[in-house]
């Protein structure tokens, strides 16, 4: 038996695997997030708490081989050298540090860091929040042992090793051609002197045996770390050559593709997570827009998640003329690009558009953002896709027409965690004595075929999508750069 466990933003999940890949139990419990204003925060013992409970519920009597750890990337948890925490931790989602990011993209820092590390800086990553805790807490960084991402705490706590890995370690800091801290970096953020709290970073993967005090890992147990949940998914999913790509519709839509090199001369947007092989990065470009941009739509016209199927079989494409642009997170976008004033419309409205019209141009608007952002990122491969969005089959087959390719469905449940398991047994399972047959780990529960009818269609919708967005973004600039 082989558990993944999966550290959410929300919700914690193990997921036990047979040998086959077969699931054989999930068990999940959800975590909250605290705070107040631009703060997002979670309680570091809550989530480990939940972990350990997961755990032992997924595992019971039975000993598992090993378990291997994924889960939310960014953020900042300060703990000490056990592991406990010296404050709530700092979610990928605050955005105190918004300020010092705005004046970093003013200055030109935000881009050098880019062409340094191949990474975008936004205020919930770990580099913004670390200098803004040294300007704003010191006390905490002095009291800190370690700045870490999550699932680095509970590797800690399990296992007492203190280690990162590669794809944690690229957001801001990690030179891509050493694969180390860059020292530059650390200092165009001004905390080099903070540099001791970065945890070391793994050659592959944190490894360390569980010290037996948590509920359902005996004592000796194999406990490995990483990657995040972004490239553990597209793992998961069988993602892994060059030009393949992985859609996540979820909450946002988390786009990556697979390349063998970091384009630092490119657009500065998204990011390049390193991997185990030093010729392949993630290229992910994560939108801010996705399946929440949906539900507004739904609450607005008073539709339930049930009905979006038959609305979608029921209505034409091209929403009768509804179209829509889908950027409704107050923050903006910033995939595949950075726009902190982008906002969403609909057009094409007059008396006769309905609630249906509304629905429809909303969900092939997001469509269209994956589009953008997958095209952006270098698709050129097969496409996997999986997430709450993935168990829509209408929508799914409306990706697979705008995206002009046919869409694997990744095999459930719980890519993140399958993914986390694989990327363990590929890094450690030779010492271990562990090894799985990949493919059939990875075969897609299903695959949709796009409609050349609808593919043929949705080439001009396309392009009349991309010149919305491009008027769109000149209004957002103001007057002047429309002249």
């Known amino acids: 038996m082989f558990v993944g466990l999966d550290m959410g933003t929300s919700i914690v999940k193990a997921a036990a695997f047979a040998e086959d890949g077969t699931a054989l139990r999930v068990e999940s419990k959800p975590i909250s997030l605290g705070g107040h204003g631009d703060g997002v925060e979670q309680d570091v013992e809550e989530v480990v708490l939940a972990a350990t409970d997961v755990l032992g519920s997924v595992t019971g009597a039975r000993a598992p081989a090993l378990v291997a750890i994924t889960g939310q990337g960014d953020g900042l948890w300060l703990v000490d050298a056990e592991g406990r925490a010296v404050r709530p931790a700092l979610s990928w989602m605050d955005g105190r540090a918004g300020d010092l990011v705005a004046g970093w993209m003013a200055d030109s820092t935000a881009e050098q860091m880019y062409r340094r590390t ?111 949940d972004l490239p553990a998914s597209a793992i998961g999913a069988g993602v892994t050559e060059p030009g393949d790509g992985l859609l996540i519709v979820g909450t946002t839509l988390a786009c990556q593709v697979v390349v063998e090199r970091v384009a630092f001369d490119d657009d500065p947007v998204g990011f390049h997570l390193a991997l185990a092989r030093p010729d392949r990065h993630m290229r992910a470009l994560p939108a801010m827009t996705g399946t929440v941009a949906l539900d507004w739509v739904l609450d607005l016209t008073g539709t339930t998640h049930d009905q979006v199927s038959a609305i979608l079989d029921a209505t034409p494409r091209g929403a009768r003329g509804v179209a829509a642009l889908p950027y409704l997170s107050p923050s903006g976008e910033r995939a595949p690009f950075v726009d902190p004033t982008a906002r969403a419309e609909f057009t094409g409205l007059d008396l006769r558009a309905s609630r249906e019209d509304l629905v429809r141009g909303m969900c092939e608007a997001i469509a269209f953002a994956a589009r953008h952002c997958l095209e952006a990122a270098g698709l050129t491969g097969e ?100 002249h």
Do not use: M
């Open 118 to 228: 191949g990474n975008v800086l936004f205020p919930g990553s770990p580099g913004p929040l670390l200098a803004w805790l040294d300007r704003n807490e010191p006390a905490s960084l002095d009291a800190a042992t370690t700045a870490a991402c999550c699932k680095d705490v509970v590797q800690l706590r399990l296992t007492g090793e203190r280690a990162t890995d590669l794809s944690d370690a690229s957001v801001p800091f990690l030179d891509p051609r050493t694969r180390t801290y860059s020292p530059e970096a650390l200092a165009a953020l001004g905390v080099e002197h903070r540099a001791g709290l970065l945890p070391p970073i793994a050659a592959t993967l944190p490894y360390g045996e569980a010290h037996g005090r948590a509920p359902g890992l005996s004592r000796g147990t194999p406990v490995i770390s990483g990657p995040y």
């Open 383 to 482: 496409l996997a896709v999986c997430g709450g969005g993935a168990r829509n089959l209408a929508w799914l087959r409306l990706f697979a027409d705008v995206l002009g390719r046919p869409l694997r469905v990744a095999r459930g449940p719980e890519p993140g965690a399958r993914g986390a398991v694989l990327a363990a047994v590929d890094a450690r399972g030779a010492e271990l004595g562990q090894s799985l047959d990949v493919a059939g780990w990875t075969a897609p529960d299903a695959v949709v075929d796009p409609d050349p009818a609808g593919v043929a269609f949705y080439e001009q919708a396309y392009a009349d999508y991309l010149f919305r967005v491009g008027n769109a973004r000149n209004r957002w600039r103001g007057p002047a750069a429309t």
